[in-house]
């Protein structure tokens, strides 16, 4: 773990800040830095303290900087030391209410910040309407002794993007906003954007290293093709190109021996349907007669593992390090409601541990098998797709002959399976390296901006 040092304020107005000595020795340093802003300073070793820096009321003000008692990262960079580092949670939805200032998501975002003390870093949460442009800081929402405080903070080292929705994320206001921060300011900014599910799926099946987990999916162009697929497989899933939650989800089967054809899916109300048409015409006229079907996406039907005779597909959360590493920090089971479609909760699916579910043979053998695919594919969305990712979200299946399928990949997963008590632990986990992969991203802004932003 790399070295984190507690910043000390004094009372005073002195231009000189107190470092251990082995952080400026043989070091031409003028500049003393946070966030955006940086001031000319003399460094001075401290006289008998390694583990701090001390730096005068005078500074602390100067920078803006919110002192919590918290150890920082130090980064070096042409005559300027940076401490930090301190990053920006951008979103939308904020309320007048001080207790819940981010609506219903406060509490979500009370826990990414709690991890400040454990990774080192400054996180704050904003929006657009918070941003003083002409002074270069934003009001920022810290939590702080289980309370949300508002304080002003420079420009962040980094920005990390929790949008809550499409519609957001197409706000022409935060599309400028997301623009400026990025071009004119060369603020990295990661996990921009929700993946489209047809784009993934065509961009990673150029990729040799992990086409061979995509089931085929085609956009909707004729009734014909269905036909041919559901020849080929059986049933195919027909699924909206930017859908979540397992909305609008519609599974079709085809039974070659009676003629006839199964749809599979919940209605307006919520209801698990399963409705026998003896045409494909007459399935489409009855169950997608207001629906645009120029926007959904054709998959091919996988044969999964069942357990009590209930489909079984996982989550799996993928998190970059501090050191810019993937790693697999999260796996559930998800077991399919009675009837459903999806194994989505609000369609009565559960959360089970693969142990709960499968003998331990078949643990470890399905737990490589998907860690395996999900480490190759967060590898390869990185290479094919722009912007920067520190975390994914995969929804992959097995099949009854063990092979791994991916179904979707979410750039901004949701957080269901955590309700499981053995999952808890992988909770904090995935928040604390959300974090911690933009102190990654700040030292590499600083000594090697030329990687982040060719």
Same mark, same amino acid.
């Given at each position: 773990?790399? @070295?984190?040092?507690?910043?000390?304020?004094?009372? =005073?107005?002195?231009?000189?800040?107190?470092?251990?000595?082995?952080?400026?020795?043989?070091?031409?340093? @003028? #500049?003393?830095?946070?966030?955006?802003?940086?001031?000319?300073?003399?460094?001075?070793?401290?006289?008998?303290?390694?583990? #701090?820096?001390?730096?005068?009321?005078?500074?602390?003000?100067?920078?803006?900087?919110?002192?919590?008692?918290?150890?920082?990262?130090?980064?070096?960079?042409?005559?300027?030391?940076?401490?930090?580092?301190?990053?920006?949670?951008?979103?939308?939805?904020?309320?007048?209410?001080?207790?819940?200032?981010?609506?219903?998501?406060?509490?979500?975002?009370?826990?990414?910040?709690?991890?400040?003390?454990? /990774?080192? &870093?400054?996180?704050?949460?904003?929006?657009?309407?918070?941003?003083?442009?002409?002074?270069?800081?934003? =009001?920022?929402?810290?939590?702080?002794?289980?309370?949300? /405080?508002?304080?002003?903070?420079?420009?962040?080292?980094?920005?990390?993007? #929790?949008?809550?929705?499409?519609?957001?994320?197409?706000?022409?206001?935060?599309?400028? /906003?997301?623009?400026?921060?990025?071009?004119?300011?060369?603020?990295?900014?990661?996990?921009?954007?929700?993946?489209?599910?047809?784009?993934?799926?065509?961009? %990673?099946?150029?990729?040799?290293?992990?086409?061979?987990?995509?089931?085929?999916?085609?956009?909707?162009?004729?009734?014909?093709?269905?036909?041919?697929?559901?020849? +080929?497989?059986?049933?195919?899933?027909?699924?909206?190109? =930017?859908?979540?939650?397992?909305?609008?989800?519609?599974?079709?089967?085809?039974?070659?021996?009676?003629?006839?054809?199964?749809?599979?899916?919940?209605?307006?109300?919520?209801?698990?349907?399963?409705?026998?048409?003896?045409?494909?015409?007459?399935?489409?006229?009855?169950?997608?007669?207001?629906?645009?079907?120029?926007?959904?996406?054709?998959?091919?039907?996988?044969?999964?593992?069942?357990?009590?005779?209930?489909?079984?597909?996982?989550?799996?959360?993928?998190?970059?390090?501090?050191?810019?590493?993937?790693?697999?920090? &999260?796996?559930? *089971?998800?077991?399919?409601?009675?009837?459903?479609?999806?194994?989505?909760?609000?369609?009565?699916?559960?959360?089970?541990?693969?142990?709960?579910?499968?003998?331990?043979?078949?643990?470890?053998?399905?737990?490589?098998? %998907?860690? @395996?695919?999900?480490?190759? %594919?967060?590898? &390869?969305?990185?290479?094919?797709?722009?912007?920067?990712?520190?975390?994914?979200?995969?929804?992959?299946?097995?099949?009854? +002959?063990?092979?791994?399928?991916?179904?979707?990949?979410?750039?901004?997963?949701?957080?269901?399976?955590?309700?499981?008590?053995?999952?808890?632990?992988?909770?904090?986990?995935? #928040?604390?390296?959300?974090? &911690?992969? *933009?102190?990654?991203?700040?030292?590499?802004? %600083?000594?090697?901006?030329?990687?982040?932003?060719?």
């Amino acid at each position: 773990m790399r @070295k984190r040092y507690l910043i000390e304020v004094s009372p =005073n107005d002195q231009q000189v800040v107190f470092c251990p000595p082995a952080i400026i020795k043989n070091k031409t340093l @003028k #500049r003393f830095a946070f966030g955006s802003k940086s001031i000319e300073v003399d460094f001075l070793p401290h006289p008998d303290k390694n583990d #701090r820096i001390v730096i005068s009321k005078g500074i602390q003000e100067a920078l803006k900087f919110p002192n919590f008692g918290i150890p920082l990262h130090l980064f070096i960079e042409n005559e300027l030391l940076y401490i930090g580092p301190l990053i920006g949670i951008f979103t939308a939805g904020f309320t007048p209410f001080p207790l819940r200032p981010i609506g219903d998501r406060s509490l979500f975002f009370s826990k990414l910040l709690s991890v400040k003390k454990t /990774v080192g &870093a400054l996180p704050f949460v904003f929006g657009e309407q918070h941003i003083n442009w002409e002074q270069g800081t934003i =009001n920022g929402y810290f939590s702080h002794n289980n309370k949300w /405080v508002t304080i002003e903070v420079p420009l962040p080292n980094v920005i990390y993007d #929790r949008l809550p929705n499409r519609k957001s994320e197409r706000n022409p206001k935060l599309i400028i /906003v997301k623009d400026r921060l990025q071009k004119d300011y060369l603020i990295p900014w990661y996990n921009p954007g929700f993946f489209n599910k047809l784009d993934i799926y065509e961009r %990673l099946l150029q990729d040799s290293s992990v086409a061979v987990y995509l089931p085929e999916t085609f956009p909707f162009t004729s009734f014909s093709m269905i036909e041919t697929m559901l020849a +080929n497989y059986g049933q195919i899933y027909i699924k909206p190109q =930017n859908g979540s939650l397992g909305l609008g989800v519609h599974q079709i089967i085809y039974d070659k021996h009676q003629d006839e054809y199964y749809c599979r899916y919940q209605d307006d109300g919520n209801v698990n349907r399963l409705r026998k048409f003896s045409s494909l015409e007459g399935l489409f006229k009855s169950v997608f007669a207001h629906q645009n079907l120029e926007k959904m996406l054709i998959q091919q039907g996988i044969h999964l593992l069942r357990n009590e005779a209930r489909p079984v597909d996982f989550r799996i959360h993928t998190n970059k390090d501090d050191l810019g590493e993937w790693h697999v920090t &999260a796996m559930a *089971a998800k077991l399919a409601g009675p009837g459903s479609v999806t194994t989505h909760l609000r369609s009565g699916g559960d959360i089970k541990t693969i142990e709960e579910i499968f003998p331990k043979e078949q643990c470890v053998l399905y737990t490589e098998k %998907l860690t @395996k695919a999900a480490l190759l %594919l967060s590898k &390869a969305l990185e290479r094919n797709i722009e912007g920067i990712i520190g975390e994914i979200g995969f929804d992959l299946g097995i099949d009854r +002959n063990g092979d791994v399928w991916l179904f979707e990949a979410n750039s901004k997963p949701g957080r269901s399976i955590f309700t499981h008590p053995e999952l808890q632990e992988f909770d904090l986990l995935t #928040r604390k390296l959300s974090i &911690a992969f *933009a102190v990654f991203l700040t030292e590499q802004s %600083l000594l090697h901006p030329e990687e982040l932003f060719k």
